[in-house]
């Protein structure tokens, strides 16, 4: 199928991941989606109630814009960090997995994961966790990485990405450059990592470096000051770290998403139309807006006056609609409606609780064995 031809609005829309309030598309929804024209939106447990609805909800999301069919992302790591209701077959976290040490079970509960989404229309998953875990006063990673050791991520990580795109959802591995070493929470404050260039080579990066050979369709950055990259801005809104680091020396061109930009390690020192047009110039192709519409409209219009005063300019509009129309010709295109009842048939079904259960005693097997017996 051709890609659409876009208007220099529809492609300034396609730049933007919105959250949003309810569980339907109301007529103010749909008004929104239809005069902005966002290239995706983000699903979070508020939106979502069973199968049937979220069937309802992402059918009727997609016919709010033809033109270009919406990337329809969730977080559905498993563990803490699942968004998806009763129903559905919930993966223990990624530790879990990591702890198996089973190439089969990590493809396998990735692959699941993927069925459950495609059959209600959910299309890209924001996983895996690419972060090693190398902080054990991290407030915010902990049990949501695969362990400890950037070898053991990054085969991890490698696998999730595979199950999940073998099965026509895109994956974003996230937190570029890496939140695991962090003691700050990113939805609170701007942390900071001291680590130096070669610490950061050899832990933080690897599973990063490794997944954009890899393939991994999507990444997510970290809202992180790390000094040894740029002691100035946090990697979000950093053109050292995204497009220095990321694009030129991983040579990554998948498409780029900044972690939520109403997290408070952004918007305490920036305003949401500064923090977007900074995240574009830095590098970034998708800015996420998770909640407030009011800073989703602020934030398109900052976008728009910066692509109409040349501070944008064209040519990196482009880059970024392009991968992004990449990514969806890829996974989404053509768009087709999901049933209810085929929807049914596969969320939570038999084959998939008999594998949570396998990936639920083989974690239990193998961390029984890591304790050392005392008779």
Do not use: W
């Not at 929104?32 to 979220?54: A, C, D, H, M, W």
């Not at 702890?99 to 895996?128: D, H, Q, W």
């Not at 450059?177 to 680590?195: I, M």
């Not at 040894?228 to 770290?241: E, G, M, V």
């Amino acid at each position: 199928m051709a890609r659409p031809h876009l208007t220099v609005r529809e492609k300034i829309g396609q730049l933007f991941m919105i959250g949003f309030m309810g569980t339907s598309v109301t007529p103010d929804l749909a008004e929104f989606l239809r005069t902005y024209k966002p290239g995706g939106v983000i699903l979070f447990s508020r939106n979502l109630e069973s199968v049937g609805q979220i069937v309802e909800l992402t059918n009727d999301l997609q016919q709010c814009n033809p033109k270009s069919p919406l990337l329809i992302s969730i977080d559905q790591e498993g563990g803490r960090v699942s968004r998806l209701p009763a129903g559905f077959t919930i993966f223990p976290p990624c530790e879990v997995l990591g702890r198996c040490n089973s190439a089969e079970l990590t493809y396998a509960a990735a692959a699941t994961i993927a069925k459950e989404l495609r059959a209600v229309g959910i299309n890209m998953n924001m996983a895996p966790v690419l972060d090693v875990n190398s902080n054990p006063d991290n407030p915010i990673i902990g049990d949501r990485a695969f362990g400890t050791t950037p070898d053991l991520v990054s085969e991890a990580g490698i696998l999730t990405a595979a199950g999940l795109q073998d099965n026509l959802v895109v994956a974003c591995g996230k937190h570029f450059p890496g939140h695991g070493d962090t003691a700050a929470d990113s939805h609170k404050e701007l942390p900071v990592v001291e680590a130096g260039r070669e610490r950061l080579d050899a832990v933080e990066l690897a599973p990063f470096r490794r997944a954009a050979a890899a393939g991994v369709a999507a990444m997510m950055t970290a809202h992180v000051l790390y000094k040894a990259l740029d002691a100035q801005r946090p990697a979000t809104l950093s053109p050292l770290i995204i497009t220095g680091l990321l694009r030129d020396q991983l040579r990554y061109d998948g498409v780029v998403l900044t972690d939520d930009l109403e997290m408070n390690a952004i918007v305490d020192h920036y305003g949401i139309a500064d923090a977007a047009v900074r995240a574009v110039q830095a590098g970034c192709d998708v800015l996420l807006i998770c909640k407030d519409q009011a800073r989703e409209v602020e934030a398109f219009e900052a976008i728009e006056q910066s692509v109409a005063a040349g501070d944008i300019t064209m040519d990196r509009l482009d880059q970024s609609v392009a991968r992004i129309q990449r990514v969806k010709q890829r996974y989404v295109v053509p768009y087709r409606p999901v049933s209810i009842s085929e929807a049914r048939l596969v969320a939570g079904c038999r084959t998939h609780r008999a594998l949570l259960q396998s990936v639920h005693q083989t974690g239990a097997r193998m961390a029984k064995a890591a304790i050392p017996q005392v008779l």
